[in-house]
């Protein structure tokens, strides 16, 4: 009976333990090598425009789609000279920081509109 208790205050334990570091808020330090907002807002312009090529030529497998993508996301890094580690720590940083995303993003959609009216026929 002591065994039981104690496990169940154990448990108690660790779940509130988890609950807490779940809960906490993210961290405000920026992680090194920080892509800048209008960096990240070229590379995530390019990004969704690559996943739009690739949804645009209908490719049959899934596996065909994400190896298409992979190739041009690889491109994209190589273009802007960035590491995908890099790319998702700046990803990760700018999300838990609703704010600066919402910056970012009006920037993307600027951009996307700019390169929508470029290529609509007069």
Same mark, same amino acid.
């Given at each position: 009976?002591?065994?039981?208790?104690?496990?169940?205050?154990?448990?108690?334990?660790?779940?509130?333990?988890?609950?807490v570091?779940?809960c906490?808020?993210?961290?405000?330090?920026?992680?090194?090598?920080?892509?800048?907002? @209008?960096?990240?807002?070229?590379?995530l312009?390019? &990004?969704?425009? +690559?996943?739009? /090529?690739? #949804?645009?030529?209908?490719?049959? =497998?899934?596996?065909s789609?994400?190896?298409?993508?992979?190739?041009l @996301?690889?491109?994209?890094?190589?273009?802007?000279? &960035?590491?995908? +580690?890099?790319? /998702?720590k #700046?990803?990760i940083?700018y999300? =838990?920081?609703?704010?600066?995303?919402?910056?970012?993003?009006?920037?993307?959609?600027?951009?996307?509109?700019?390169?929508?009216?470029?290529?609509?026929?007069?």
């Amino acid at each position: 009976m002591h065994r039981n208790l104690f496990q169940r205050h154990l448990w108690s334990l660790l779940l509130s333990g988890w609950l807490v570091s779940a809960c906490t808020a993210p961290e405000n330090k920026p992680p090194d090598n920080l892509i800048s907002e @209008e960096r990240m807002a070229d590379i995530l312009t390019e &990004v969704h425009m +690559a996943e739009a /090529r690739i #949804s645009r030529i209908n490719l049959r =497998s899934v596996d065909s789609s994400q190896i298409a993508y992979k190739h041009l @996301e690889d491109q994209i890094f190589k273009k802007f000279a &960035v590491d995908t +580690a890099t790319y /998702r720590k #700046s990803y990760i940083f700018y999300s =838990s920081h609703p704010t600066n995303m919402e910056a970012i993003y009006k920037q993307v959609t600027d951009k996307l509109q700019k390169k929508t009216k470029m290529k609509k026929p007069l």
